[in-house]
């Protein structure tokens, strides 16, 4: 025995301890420099959207809040804003009802039709935006509905969907088959147990994945801009001020954008934290932290959940699958 | 009190026992299959024809033939777009890749109970305003931008270099940052999959680290690096707003034409047929990818 562990007690002392710190020295600083390089983008944006000089660079001019008061006189972009809201209301109750039932749906069937039904559904949220609503905007365009309201929610639907469903179908993974059983047995029907049983265990996870699709909703441009009719919803109202020209307004309206989608991903996630720590201790999970259960279930909805699939359906061996 | 007891092993979302089972379970399904029909197969069917249909001066004459992709295919410019739009997307991708992954690595071995926030933290980006993400590079790198502003206050550049943006390096920076949410996301997921004792094994059996990683952990994590590439191939291969955005003349992608096909050029089949073409490249790419990530071995 001390034969063979010889070599890798006399690899283990050469690397000396000033080597090991310089070592991790340089992986933090590399670490450290990747996250900067995430977040700068969004900082810096929020920076500017409270200084006061027109021209966006250093140095740092002078605080105000001009810009936001700017924002809010301006006319079109509160439609804008209004009208983004509205299209995210009703995608996202739409979503949430056609991704709860498509959960249960998926989560029910044992047959081999599961994985492609599965794979098809979530393509929308896989495929780039552009094709997405090319592909939206001619099928409407055969079907002689005009772009408006009506289209770019359909845009959104189609992707908010598959996210809600990943989110639910992520929580029906741990819920107990026979709660639902207990329930028929004691002579519910099958709307009571639906409505008591089923819909309470899932409720949490509805709830977060429908502020993450909310969130989506607002800031999504690639396919509406395709979608849209004459009433452009915020990202597009925007994308389009900057292809005319800039005004610092812009930053204050991404400001808020942001600060909104992090407070809703925030709650979302809050949320599946607090519920997952709740339900482990009527449900016993194996070897599965509740955050580590919040963080799959966003990520779920982030891609991989959802991407492991998919591209799986396309024949790619399964990387995500367990 | 016989009904109760024949209703007791159904399903939940069973119908009433008349109905034959075959159909009921088609019954179930249907409403999916009608969303796919009218969401996914049908826009993509239409898509393929209008590419297929003849454009003449703005209207569509449903006329079929393959001169748009002739066209398209026998243009210096399109070839160019094309091969410019692979390239900055593999190396936007391979660059993404080699940063996520081994930050993945890193987190997932050595964050230990900070790993899932430390992950949490990279993803969330994804989920921020995805126009204001693409426009703050705009910022950053501008003649006037922070960057710029910063390099004359060192003292490193005496003029403000207009370099930065647009260009084709702008775009593969900027796609970069936008695919390393989803590299990582899928390469910590496969990694955070591999048990911890397989670590210690390998290490019990002299194993350095790196012989740990080469032998032990990458084959394992290799199909979940796959497919993140892959999707984040896909999504930058299909971009339009970045390359609009801090792209230039010279940063132009396929994107930029399918956007003009539908909006100033009204020449929609020209569009999809370009459309048509960015599909068929990304499940290339998939076909390729999965080629050569065979599964050698599976975590139990």
């Known amino acids: 025995m001390s034969t063979e562990a010889r070599p890798y007690m006399r690899r283990r002392r050469r690397e000396s301890r000033s080597v090991r710190y310089l070592i991790a020295c340089v992986v933090g600083i590399a670490i450290l420099a990747v996250y900067i390089f995430l977040y700068a983008p969004m900082i810096i944006t929020a920076i500017f959207s409270v200084n006061s000089s027109k021209i966006q660079t250093l140095p740092f001019a002078s605080f105000t809040f001009k810009w936001y008061s700017a924002l809010f006189a301006d006319a079109p972009m509160k439609t804008a804003i209004f009208y983004s809201l509205k299209v995210a209301a009703t995608a996202v109750f739409i979503s949430a009802c056609a991704g709860l039932g498509f959960a249960l749906m998926l989560h029910r069937m044992r047959s081999r039709g599961k994985g492609v039904i599965q794979a098809l559904l979530a393509s929308p949220l896989v495929a780039p935006g552009m094709v997405l609503g090319i592909s939206l905007l001619v099928n409407f365009h055969s079907a002689k509905i005009g772009p408006g309201f009506a289209t770019v929610v359909a845009g959104h639907v189609s992707f908010i969907t598959p996210l809600i469903m990943f989110v639910v179908l992520q929580r029906l993974k741990t819920t107990d088959p026979s709660l639902e059983q207990a329930s028929m047995d004691c002579g519910a029907g099958p709307l009571r147990t639906f409505w008591h049983v089923t819909l309470p265990g899932v409720r949490v996870a509805l709830i977060a994945g429908c502020l993450l699709g909310f969130t989506l909703s607002m800031d999504e441009i690639a396919v509406t801009f395709f979608l849209a009719g004459t009433q452009p919803t915020l990202p597009v109202y925007v994308w389009g001020l900057l292809r005319f020209g800039f005004t610092p307004e812009v930053n204050a309206a991404f400001t808020l954008i942001a600060g909104g989608s992090l407070a809703l991903i925030g709650a979302a996630g809050l949320l599946l934290f607090l519920s997952g720590r709740k339900r482990r201790k009527v449900v016993q999970l194996a070897g599965r932290s509740d955050a580590e259960l919040a963080a799959a279930t966003l990520g779920a909805a982030g891609a991989a959940g959802l991407a492991g699939r998919p591209v799986r359906a396309g024949s790619l061996t399964g990387g995500a699958s367990s | ?300």
């Not at chain 2, 707003?241 to 396929?254: D, E, N």
Request: hydrophobic share 50%; proline share 5%; with cysteine.
């Open chain 2, 1 to 300: 009190m016989a009904a109760s007891a024949a209703r007791y092993l159904e399903p939940v979302a069973a119908l009433p026992r008349r109905i034959p089972r075959p159909l009921k379970r088609f019954l179930l399904v249907s409403p999916a299959l009608v969303w796919i029909v009218c969401l996914i197969l049908l826009p993509n069917a239409f898509l393929i024809s209008y590419s297929l249909w003849k454009n003449e001066l703005g209207t569509i004459l449903h006329v079929w033939n393959v001169h748009n992709y002739t066209e398209l295919f026998s243009s210096q410019v399109f070839i160019t777009l094309l091969k410019r739009t692979l390239l900055i997307a593999v190396v936007s991708t391979t660059c993404a890749t080699l940063i996520a992954y081994p930050l993945a690595y890193v987190v997932v071995t050595r964050f230990g109970r900070y790993k899932t926030l430390a992950a949490l933290l990279i993803i969330v980006p994804l989920w921020v305003s995805y126009l204001m993400r693409v426009f703050a590079w705009k910022i950053i790198l501008g003649e006037n931008g922070v960057l710029n502003g910063l390099l004359k206050s060192i003292g490193l550049i005496e003029k403000p270099s207009t370099a930065l943006l647009y260009s084709t390096t702008t775009v593969i920076v900027t796609l970069t940052y936008v695919a390393i949410p989803y590299v990582f996301l899928a390469s910590y997921t496969s990694l955070d999959r591999v048990p911890k004792h397989y670590y210690e094994a390998s290490s019990d059996c002299g194993a350095s680290a790196w012989r740990t990683f080469r032998h032990v952990v990458w084959p394992l994590t290799r199909p979940g690096v796959a497919v993140g590439f892959a999707i984040g191939f896909v999504l930058t291969f299909g971009d339009y707003v970045t390359p609009q955005m801090v792209g230039g003349l010279s940063g132009t992608m396929l994107g930029s034409i399918v956007l003009q096909s539908f909006g100033t050029a009204d020449n929609w089949p020209q569009g999809a047929a370009i459309g048509v073409t960015i599909i068929c490249t990304g499940l290339i790419v998939l076909a390729l990818l999965s080629l050569f990530t065979r599964l050698e071995a599976e975590i139990e």
